[in-house]
C-alpha cells in the first residue's frame, strides 16, 4: 500500500523512517567516534562527512514531514486513555522537534570550522546560517547538539506496549 491508512503506514512513510532512524543510529555512533578519536589528519574529513549526512538527514526529515501532511496518520490504540492520547501527539511533536533541533545545532557547528563545511553527500551546497562564534559560543552549540542527539536515541520507540510500533515493521498486517 502507497498511501497511510487509518490503520497502517504505507510503504514510503515506512521506508522514510527507517532510512531515518538508520542515518540516526549512524550518525550517532560515527559522532561518537570522531569525537573520541585521537587527532589525525582524516579527522576533519570525518566531520565533513558527518556534516554532510546530517544536512541529509534534514532534507528527508522535511520530505517525512511532508509526506505525513499530505497523507492519513493511522489512528492511535482505541484502549489508550486520553492523557495518553496527548502525551502521544505531544511526544512525536517532540521527536520531530528534536530531530530539527539537532540538524540546526549541527548545521551550525557545521559552518563555524575555518573551512565551512557547506556540502552534502550528493554535493549540493548548502548555505551557511552561522559563519563566526565566539569559541565559548561555539562551544556551547557543539554540546548542545551531542546532548540533543543523545537524547533523541534514547527516546525513540522505548518501552511500547501497544501496535503503535508494529505498524512500521514491514511484516505487520492491518
Do not use: C
Not at 511500547?160 to 505498524?167: A, C, G, P, S, W
Amino acid at each position: 500500500m502507497i498511501f497511510n491508512s487509518t490503520t497502517t503506514w504505507g510503504w514510503p512513510a515506512r521506508i522514510l523512517h527507517w532510512i531515518g532512524a538508520a542515518i540516526i543510529l549512524v550518525l550517532l555512533v560515527h559522532g561518537w567516534w570522531m569525537t573520541h578519536m585521537t587527532p589525525r589528519p582524516e579527522r576533519l574529513a570525518n566531520y565533513a562527512w558527518h556534516s554532510a549526512l546530517g544536512y541529509d538527514l534534514l532534507a528527508l526529515t522535511v520530505l517525512r514531514l511532508l509526506w505525513r501532511w499530505f497523507n492519513p496518520v493511522p489512528e492511535l490504540p482505541a484502549d489508550l486513555k486520553p492523557w495518553e492520547r496527548v502525551a502521544a501527539r505531544v511526544g512525536h511533536v517532540s521527536l520531530y522537534v528534536l530531530m530539527f533541533i539537532v540538524s540546526l545545532t549541527g548545521w551550525m557547528v557545521a559552518t563555524t570550522f575555518r573551512v565551512p563545511m557547506t556540502k552534502d553527500l550528493l554535493g549540493v551546497d548548502v548555505p551557511a546560517i552561522v559563519t563566526t562564534v565566539d569559541r565559548s559560543v561555539r562551544q556551547w552549540i557543539e554540546e548542545s547538539h551531542m546532548v540533543l542527539a543523545y537524547l533523541l536515541a534514547l527516546r525513540h520507540h522505548m518501552l511500547k506496549h501497544n501496535d503503535v510500533l508494529r505498524r512500521m515493521i514491514w511484516s505487520a498486517r492491518a
